[in-house]
């Protein structure tokens, strides 16, 4: 079973606090992913690698940058916590699309981050 | 560009009836669709998903979704529920082109399914 792990459940950081959310998956995959889920507006894609040191903007990439120094792991990073970073942050991984097939993505638990 | 729209963000039902949760897309390409559920404090999980080949897609604990391609909709239906069915669903939608953009996958609002027993 593909297992996608994040470091945390649950985080409270205070506002301007510099912030780490860590993501390992054990599968070998060329794409991982970082999305927040707030009520509402379902996921929503902030970036996304598809190998080492690659990585591309998602929707709402403002406020955050990553880094993937190795292929199984992925970090999100908040420079500055704002309270409207306030959310739900699921972590994901898949291989590559063969050809324009795509394919589906496994998630982590996710990381529920609070910032007061 | 692709969107997805899940009509209902609630849907009240109760144990054993048939239940469906819809799903709209609008993509101008071919497109893969999935519907995931999401446990209460859990990620996601893949429920079912379409990439070619017949319209009617079977997935995990006896859901079903029909892929109806002129009317762009992908809605998830089962005969009847259980309480352990009580969930989030999310339909999605990744379209087929170049490397990156067939990567990502666009999620729906997500439907909130509540089983009365």
């Known amino acids: 079973d593909v297992k996608v792990t994040q470091s945390s459940r649950y985080l409270v950081k205070r506002t301007g606090e510099k912030v780490f959310l860590e993501c390992v998956q054990d599968?070998?995959?060329?794409?991982m992913f970082w999305y927040r889920q707030d009520p509402g507006l379902g996921l929503r894609l902030i970036y996304f690698?598809?190998?080492?040191?690659?990585?591309e903007k998602g929707d709402i990439p403002e406020g955050y940058s990553v880094s993937r120094e190795k292929k199984e792991r992925f970090s999100l990073i908040l420079e500055s916590a704002s309270t409207n970073q306030t959310s739900m942050y699921l972590c994901?991984?898949?291989?590559?699309?063969?050809?324009?097939?795509?394919?589906?993505?496994?998630f982590g638990p996710g990381t529920r981050l609070t910032v007061t | 560009a692709q969107s997805v729209t899940q009509l209902d963000s609630q849907v009240p039902v109760f144990e054993e009836a048939p239940v469906e949760l819809r799903c709209n897309y609008s993509?101008?390409?071919?497109?893969?669709l999935f519907w995931y559920v999401q446990y209460p404090n859990q990620g996601l999980q893949l429920l079912l998903k379409?990439?070619?080949?017949?319209?009617l897609v079977k997935g995990i604990n006896g859901f079903e979704a029909e892929f109806n391609k002129s009317q762009t909709s992908f809605h998830l239906r089962k005969p009847s529920v259980h309480i352990s069915d009580t969930a989030e669903y999310f339909c999605?939608?990744?379209?087929?082109?170049?490397?990156?953009?067939?990567?990502?996958?666009?999620f729906g609002s997500g439907t909130r399914l509540s089983i009365r027993p």
């Open positions: 379409y990439l070619s080949g017949s319209t």
């Open positions: 690698s598809y190998d080492v040191k690659m990585k």
């Open positions: 999605a939608v990744s379209e087929g082109a170049a490397r990156s953009s067939a990567s990502k996958i666009i």
């Open positions: 994901a991984s898949s291989p590559p699309p063969q050809g324009t097939v795509s394919y589906e993505q496994y």
């Open positions: 993509s101008s390409v071919s497109v893969y």
């Open positions: 599968m070998d995959h060329e794409n």
